[in-house]
């Protein structure tokens, strides 16, 4: 008998919504998408927490430009609020260093975060999750029994083709998703929404590609004043989700 | 991993297992703790007791007994083995502290003694288990 496995819906109790971001591809923005959700649903106002799952290619604290913050110990670990976001990365532990991990040890790695963290209060907790439906995905379905999914997609033929089968696993095992989000986009075409009207999945709406996105990085003010971060309220403005009193 | 959150979790665990088994109490129960959790056992034992109050009366007056388990590591590379103590000494205290909240962080600060790989696994002596629960 494994404790730290009933702990884990106590910890999660508080939160209203967990919404986890996650794509078939590495590079489509997930954890851009994840960062900037988290800072635009802080600044409307909202509880929220940060939580990078992506323990061999944790980026959002650098895409926030959060340093020298750690968790506080009470009775388990407290995230530090920065940005208006409490923010939980395997960073804290690891620092800079690469983090050569299997899937036992991922899945471990995910249990025991899930079983210290102390989140506060929420009304959401964004979740940034690595590519593809690998372990980390299916310890996400197994372990947080009311997580929705946010998915990222370009406009790619490559990108779509990877997206359609997590799209599939993920109705296949009665996961909730939220939509589908197309990032990237540079050529107006309707074929990514045609495709997702195709396989019952709501289309939420599509991003341009931002060329002076990349300035932004480390910085949230800049980062929240950026065409890309523009379009992403005005596309989750629609979802019901995300739109609590 | 932290040792109030252990606690928490041993005492919750065990009073479920109790009620799925139908025991109105519970006398005694071994925990067994992996020495690369780095379980500090003076806090544990006494956040196990500030927990364990006598609003629980099913498991207030359950003895409580805790093994560790010596952590042995295995190359995946060599299938060099080697005691996780042996090189414990030699971390300073920030990654020993990062290794008790996240031990899978082991594998970015302990490589193979013999190949320097980081693709080992832990053989003995990682996480935390309910071992034994007694009652009637």
């Known amino acids: ?245 | 991993m932290h040792e109030w959150a252990l606690a928490e979790g041993v005492i919750s665990t065990a009073l479920s297992t109790a009620k799925e088994r139908g025991m109105t109490e519970i006398i005694g129960i071994t925990i067994k703790i992996g020495e690369l959790q780095q379980i500090d056992m003076e806090i544990f034992e006494f956040a196990l007791k500030e927990i364990n109050q006598p609003q629980r009366p099913m498991i207030a007056n359950a003895k409580i007994e805790i093994e560790e388990e010596k952590a042995i590591l295995k190359c995946r590379i060599c299938g060099e083995e080697w005691d996780f103590s042996n090189v414990l000494n030699k971390l300073d205290e920030d990654k020993r502290e990062s290794i008790h909240f996240v031990p899978e962080v082991a594998h970015v600060y302990i490589t193979c003694p013999a190949c320097k790989s980081p693709d080992f696994e832990f053989v003995k002596g990682r996480g935390v288990w309910l071992d034994c629960i007694e009652g009637y």
């Open chain 1, 1 to 245: 008998m494994d404790p730290r496995l009933v702990l884990i819906d106590d910890r999660f109790r508080n939160i209203k919504h967990i919404v986890a971001v996650a794509g078939g591809k590495g590079g489509i923005g997930k954890s851009m998408v994840s960062s900037t959700l988290a800072l635009t649903l802080a600044e409307m106002g909202y509880k929220v927490g940060l939580l990078d799952l992506d323990f061999c290619g944790p980026s959002a604290h650098a895409i926030l430009g959060i340093t020298g913050v750690y968790p506080t110990e009470k009775k388990g670990i407290i995230p530090p609020n920065i940005h208006g976001i409490n923010f939980m990365s395997i960073v804290y532990y690891a620092g800079n260093n690469p983090s050569p991990l299997r899937g036992i040890d991922i899945s471990n790695a995910m249990i025991e975060l899930f079983a210290i963290t102390r989140w506060s209060s929420l009304d959401f907790l964004i979740i940034d999750s690595p590519p593809g439906i690998g372990d980390t995905i299916l310890d996400i379905i197994r372990l947080l029994k009311r997580v929705e999914f946010l998915i990222v997609t370009t406009p790619s033929r490559v990108a779509l083709e990877t997206v359609e089968k997590t799209l599939r696993m993920l109705k296949e095992m009665k996961a909730p998703i939220i939509g589908v989000i197309e990032n990237m986009k540079i050529v107006k075409s309707s074929h990514v929404e045609e495709q997702m009207t195709a396989i019952g999945v709501p289309f939420l709406g599509e991003i341009d590609f931002d060329r002076n996105l990349e300035e932004s990085v480390g910085d949230s003010d800049k980062l929240l004043n950026t065409d890309f971060a523009k379009k992403l309220k005005i596309t989750i403005a629609d979802i019901p989700i995300f739109k609590l009193q």
